[in-house]
């Protein structure tokens, strides 16, 4: 009886480890095609569309209009002005989404080394890319 007991434990416990969300981090990719999409293991609402030679991000939003009711949102920069990439014609820029927070969206010029991180504005919820200074 007490080894079904130890037996009954053992597989709940193991079982509550084994259903335990684990998050993990997604980056686009630095080689193949110019564009990508990338989702978040968060939320549906961090899937992002990245032209990986100009780092121009679009999310996917949804709309009020019912004949379009999903489109890509550009996704704006601040702080330093919109940059031209050096070399224009091959990939330049990648996306990084953490594990752990939708906050955690981080756009890289992999030459430069500049990054900038996803913020949403609380009034008017319009997602924008400001720069992390070094």
């Given at each position: 009886?007490?080894?079904?007991f130890v037996?009954l434990?053992f597989?709940?416990?193991?079982s509550?480890?084994?259903?335990?969300?684990?998050?993990?981090a997604?980056?686009?990719?630095i080689?193949?095609?110019?564009?990508e999409?990338v989702?978040s293991?968060?939320?549906?609402?961090q899937?992002?569309k990245i032209?990986?030679?100009?780092g121009?991000?679009y999310?996917?939003?949804?709309?009020?209009?019912?004949t379009?009711?999903?489109?890509?949102?550009k996704?704006y920069?601040?702080?330093?002005?919109y940059e031209?990439?050096?070399n224009p014609?091959q990939i330049?820029?990648?996306l990084?989404l953490?594990?752990?927070?939708?906050s955690?969206?981080i756009?890289i010029n992999?030459?430069?080394?500049k990054t900038?991180l996803l913020?949403?504005?609380s009034?008017?919820e319009?997602?924008?890319?400001?720069?992390i200074?070094e």
């Amino acid at each position: 009886m007490k080894n079904f007991f130890v037996t009954l434990l053992f597989c709940v416990l193991s079982s509550i480890v084994y259903c335990q969300e684990t998050f993990h981090a997604v980056k686009s990719s630095i080689n193949g095609g110019r564009f990508e999409i990338v989702q978040s293991d968060i939320a549906r609402r961090q899937t992002f569309k990245i032209d990986k030679y100009t780092g121009k991000v679009y999310v996917y939003v949804k709309t009020r209009d019912e004949t379009k009711p999903f489109t890509w949102e550009k996704v704006y920069w601040i702080g330093d002005i919109y940059e031209k990439p050096e070399n224009p014609n091959q990939i330049n820029y990648q996306l990084f989404l953490g594990g752990k927070a939708i906050s955690d969206c981080i756009l890289i010029n992999i030459y430069t080394g500049k990054t900038w991180l996803l913020f949403t504005d609380s009034e008017t919820e319009q997602d924008f890319f400001s720069p992390i200074y070094e």
